[in-house]
């Protein structure tokens, strides 16, 4: 775990880190498409809070029947920043563009978020190395030519926002690490009740009509990002935050694409543009040069650990 949760995480298991990426990996590539559908019948910000605020309350409670501890002030400021960074300027800027673009040319141009994060590093101190500009270039290409086609050129207020959120989620995703807040599954309920709050005071202040669907569609995608985008799948993501490398939570973005741009295709009948297909394997190949770097790097690490004197002395020891 980080020191931004204030002390050390439990063990994670291969299985529950396998269980975690899974889930990260295929379910939130649906989400894209049922935030399509919630808001065609719920105000925006409305269905952001009350998505959260739900899904937070259920888990918080669940860990106050465990007996597990509540978190402190300190905690939920902390806890009340990322959840703004995550959930209601990243996430809700996507429930936001998806007024103006289809779902799946959505999580496209969010292809590039372990990129944005590399460069977030590097503001808080860790500059990103040669390849890896050459990785964020690659990306940068991918997403511009994704914007040239008539998915994402109809609507570039759309595209613009998306960027917005991707620029949020990576900042918060870097600052996890750095402030304080609670630990495991308190601390993602807490960021969730505190996106719930903020997500309807933003609805209120918009002017927006609390009024509920009628729709039984739109009540089941609520239902489903409730329990599964947000219950398990953002539970799931911060779960691997705490426990491995960032760049490992991030590859989430290899997959999330082309599973939304089925579900898309597939359920909501959306069509995309060629260049969509062309940039998305330029972006996704940029952040498959991001990750191959990292891993590279820890490998180096690992074997110069290895060589080290201390362990040396040890080795002898040990026969």
Not at 42 to 56: C, E, K, N
Not at 100 to 125: K, N, Q
Not at 130 to 154: F, K, N, P, V
Request: net charge positive; hydrophobic share 55%.
């Amino acid at each position: 775990m980080s020191s931004a949760q204030g002390g050390a995480a439990t063990p994670a298991s291969v299985w529950s880190i396998a269980a975690c990426l899974a889930t990260v990996y295929i379910v939130w590539g649906t989400t894209y498409f049922a935030i399509k559908v919630g808001i065609q019948g719920l105000p925006t910000f409305f269905l952001v809070g009350t998505r959260f605020l739900a899904a937070g309350g259920v888990l918080l409670g669940w860990q106050a029947l465990r007996g597990r501890r509540m978190p402190g002030l300190p905690e939920w400021r902390g806890a009340a920043l990322l959840g703004l960074l995550f959930l209601v300027l990243g996430n809700g800027s996507v429930a936001v563009a998806e007024h103006r673009i289809s779902s799946g040319a959505t999580v496209a141009l969010g292809s590039v978020m372990p990129l944005a994060t590399a460069l977030w590093s590097g503001v808080f101190g860790q500059w990103p190395r040669r390849m890896e500009w050459l990785a964020i270039a690659l990306g940068g290409l991918g997403a511009a030519i994704m914007l040239l086609g008539r998915d994402l050129q109809a609507s570039l207020a759309g595209a613009l926002i998306v960027l917005f959120g991707v620029t949020s989620w990576s900042l918060g995703t870097v600052l996890s690490r750095r402030i304080r807040g609670p630990h495991g599954a308190t601390g993602f309920a807490a960021e969730m009740i505190c996106a719930g709050v903020v997500g309807l005071a933003l609805s209120a202040a918009l002017g927006e009509r609390w009024s509920l669907a009628h729709a039984p569609r739109v009540w089941l995608a609520w239902g489903y990002l409730v329990v599964f985008g947000s219950l398990v799948g953002f539970s799931a993501f911060r779960y691997l935050v705490e426990r491995v490398s960032a760049t490992l939570a991030a590859t989430y973005a290899y997959v999330n694409p082309p599973v939304a741009l089925l579900v898309g295709w597939g359920l909501g009948g959306e069509s995309f543009s060629s260049s969509l297909f062309v940039g998305l394997p330029i972006a996704l190949a940029g952040v498959a040069l991001h990750g191959w770097v990292h891993a590279r790097a820890g490998a180096e690490r690992l074997r110069g650990a290895l060589r080290s004197p201390e362990v040396a002395r040890a080795s002898r020891m040990v026969k």
